[in-house]
């Protein structure tokens, strides 16, 4: 009788501890199976997972990298840049444009569009959340991201670091344009194509962030879009080069073909109108390049500020 006394002491304690190992795995699979209504920027109500652990984007790559999460896949207009090198490797290039099979393959939890309508298709897939991309700016998106992904903490963490950083340059920088200098930005493309640029991307940094001074023509189309829906470059003609031109210049060559005889940066470059500016006469235009200058995400414009103190005072 001791013995079947023990031994059934001991089964029930078996028995307990199984059944407590078995609770807790349900309760974390619970967890990770728990859903939420999120209302998305356009209005839509989707019920998508409190723990993500597969998430496809076509465009915000970068603000989940700086979120502290890898997407397990995005399309190749959005990965196929130099500043991604070596971070996004383990990342499934879907193509471009992307491919709805391959996404279908990775069996995403959720799924972030900037394209509203991409949204049926991608919805059937896995719960599909939209941030246009014209919504607002890059910190505003960064913030509606980490909404979705439960991670504002590291949004705000990185937002006062950006701070931080801000800061150290705006101090490098404040020898080198005066208080009532103006700074123009300009992009030559091609044979004919000449752009003046505003307060996004490239703008950001050098309007928003360094609150540097633009001429008056660009001040004001920047007040009449404060939230940057509209006013992102216009297309001007050489002609209009000196109504433009600020009293320092940043100027992106996109091309060869710009810079070949008889292209935009080559007229330019040859113009009268361009050798008698003042920008040009004191030695104060600053060459960038496409990347990262005119992406507009947070790695980009982080990268960015992190060239100007080369750029601007070097």
Request: aromatic fraction near 10%; include cysteine.
């Amino acid at each position: 009788m001791v013995f079947l006394l023990v031994g059934c002491s001991e089964a029930n304690t078996e028995s307990e501890q199984t059944s407590s190992v078995v609770d807790e795995s349900s309760e974390t699979n619970a967890e990770d199976n728990e859903m939420r209504t999120y209302t998305d920027v356009t209005g839509r109500e989707v019920e998508i997972p409190v723990h993500p652990e597969r998430v496809v984007t076509t465009q915000y790559v970068d603000a989940m990298i700086t979120l502290g999460v890898e997407p397990i896949g995005a399309p190749s207009h959005v990965l196929d840049r130099e500043y991604l090198s070596g971070i996004t490797d383990d990342v499934e290039d879907l193509g471009f444009p992307f491919s709805v099979e391959k996404v279908v393959e990775l069996a995403p939890d959720l799924i972030i569009t900037a394209d509203p309508e991409e949204v049926e298709q991608l919805s059937m897939i896995a719960p599909t959340v939209v941030v246009p991309w014209m919504y607002g700016d890059f910190f505003t998106q960064l913030e509606e991201v980490a909404s979705i992904l439960g991670k504002e903490k590291e949004a705000e963490k990185w937002a006062a670091e950006f701070e931080d950083k801000l800061s150290e340059v705006k101090e490098e920088v404040a020898g080198v344009f005066g208080e009532d200098e103006t700074v123009s930005i300009f992009m030559a493309a091609g044979n004919d194509n000449l752009r003046l640029y505003g307060g996004r991307n490239i703008g950001h940094i050098f309007y928003r962030s360094l609150e540097l001074t633009p001429p008056p023509y660009i001040q004001e189309r920047i007040e009449e879009d404060p939230e940057f829906q509209e006013f992102v470059f216009d297309d001007v003609s050489m002609e209009m080069l000196p109504e433009y031109a600020g009293d320092h210049i940043v100027m992106l060559v996109y091309d060869q073909e710009a810079r070949d005889e008889g292209g935009m940066y080559s007229q330019i470059e040859q113009s009268p109108l361009w050798q008698n500016l003042d920008a040009v006469k004191n030695d104060q235009v600053y060459y960038v390049n496409e990347e990262p200058w005119f992406v507009y995400t947070s790695l980009a414009i982080e990268k960015s500020l992190e060239e100007v103190s080369e750029i601007v005072v070097k």
